[in-house]
């Protein structure tokens, strides 16, 4: 039985040690990992209360980040709670067993702690991982602030190990600004946060011998497409109804409230940034002086990522009249990922909003609040004229002459 | 919100100093944000981390900052770091030194006319802690030359902040903290 640590109402921990407590109050059984930058805490956290007797379970040191997502399944088709963290180019090496994770639908928990991809080297925050992840079949949750780390932990355990759903989840934080940024966290006490996450129900483990079962079988042309299918359909149907409801069981239970999409000054907005990470929270306050101006800003936060919240997203921006979409990742070849995403989730919709599309922040570039003035700015033109002002896709932040395609 | 900027080389405590001044601060009720640039530098390059403080839950998560509040715990970086970046008519300076404060404006002519404070947190360390770890002592001299806290309420908070260390380290960490706020100018 695993020590109770006494924890203060609030803790001062930056997002790797809030994600890092939660894997410790689930009392997840085994973390197969291979620690990077900047998500290494995370796991050297867990191994450390593991140490210290604050957790039973097994710590697994293999040899890449191939080896810690495959060490993962293989412990989740065994039938425990799994988890581990990466970053970046791990994330990377991580890919092809994600698929397999999503695939043998297995709920495992993967804190990604958002980092560059190089070439060239850089350990610092942006989006590129993330983006990389959202065909893999994973549910994606993300983090604002390392209270939302801890918190959307918890959610993601009870969402992905649902057996209505059995798949894996990633919670995302932004990398050093919120991994490394230490702010006031509120705490759980370990009881209350094991019961809210609940005891693990495996389905078709391996080691119940009394019912031996396959995964990770060959199908070839005869099922694969069913099994993908089914796969789909879950992830569509039954995975967003399980979010809403563990949002409100944690709401609640702690008073704070999670939405698949969260808004911001949207009620009367006319002009709109959508974002992820840190930038939302950032904006916020941007939008709070805005409107000390009488300007109608608004900000959307993207909190689940996949599944995509098309339909939340269509009825929130139905009346805005301009939309900046800010994308930390260099979309290399197109247009940036979230305002692919947004003109598909509006196109048919009858909105006929100004849409346009901003790379910033890449590879832990400071998004100020200057820029986003400035990107307000830009979207109250758009509002105003009802046509694009600028160029499609612009770089914020960027040092040298204006670069922008489109 | 008030927001204060430590100027260090990586080593020497800063991103400690900062985590431990919010961890401080959050005792009180208010909100705190405790953040550095990292990067791949080494031990013993120039580094900075930074504190915001506010009444209010904090957003703003951009890394730009003018700040209320310098602390410079390296006494080479007036010298080589941009230590006086996005400055406020009233910023306040709080630099680790040997010299006094009117010896160190004059060979610093970008601290004419600021407000500057002077303490040698190094030597205080050096001499207490048995090493050049200076963030504990600058934090001594903060609460000196702020007014923040009480310096009981301070030591007593700084206790449990530093409470995974050895018994001796923390008294150690006690006494520089003290003669910082004794001693600093």
Known sequence: MADTMELRDIEVWDGNMAAAQALRQAQVDVVAAYPITPSTPIVEGYATFKANGYVDGEFVMVESEHAAMSGCIGAAAAGGRVATATSSQGFALMVETLYSASGMRLPIILNVVNRAIGAPLNVNGDHSDMYMGRDSGWIQLDAYNPQHAYDLNFIAFKVAEDHDVRLPAMVHQDGFMTSHTAQGVCTLSDEVAYNFVGEFQPMNDMLDLDHPVTHGVQTEEDWHFEHKARQQHALMTAVMPKIEAAFAEFEALTGRKYNVVETYQMDDAQTAVICMGTSVETAMEVVDELRAQGIKAGVVGIRVFRPWPLEQLAEILKNVKAIGTLDRSSPHGTVGTLYNEIAGSLFNTGVKAVLNNYIYGLGGRDLTKAHLVGIYQDLQANAESGTLTTPLQQYIGLRGPKLSFF | ?185
């Open chain 2, 1 to 185: 919100m008030l927001e204060i900027r430590w100027h260090s080389r990586a080593g020497q405590g800063a991103v400690t100093g900062a985590k431990g001044l919010a961890d401080v601060v959050s005792t009180t009720g208010k909100h705190v944000q405790a953040f550095a640039f990292y990067g791949s530098a080494k031990r013993g390059a120039a580094m900075t981390a930074y504190n915001r403080v506010d009444d209010a839950p904090i957003m703003n998560h951009e890394k730009f900052m003018a700040p209320d509040y310098v602390l410079v715990i390296d006494p080479a970086l007036v010298y080589v770091a941009d230590f006086t970046a996005f400055e406020k008519p009233d910023t306040t300076y709080i630099i680790t030194t040997h010299m006094t404060t009117e010896e160190l404006i004059a060979s610093q002519p970008k601290l004419e006319g600021k407000k500057v404070y002077t303490v040698d947190c190094i030597k205080i360390s050096q001499e207490t802690i048995g090493k050049a770890i200076p963030n504990t002592p600058m934090l001594g001299a903060l609460m000196k030359v702020s007014g923040m806290y009480e310096m009981d309420f301070f030591k007593e908070n700084m206790i449990r902040v530093l409470k995974k260390l050895p018994q001796k380290i923390i008294d150690a960490n006690m006494i520089a903290i003290q003669r910082a706020y004794d001693e600093v100018k």
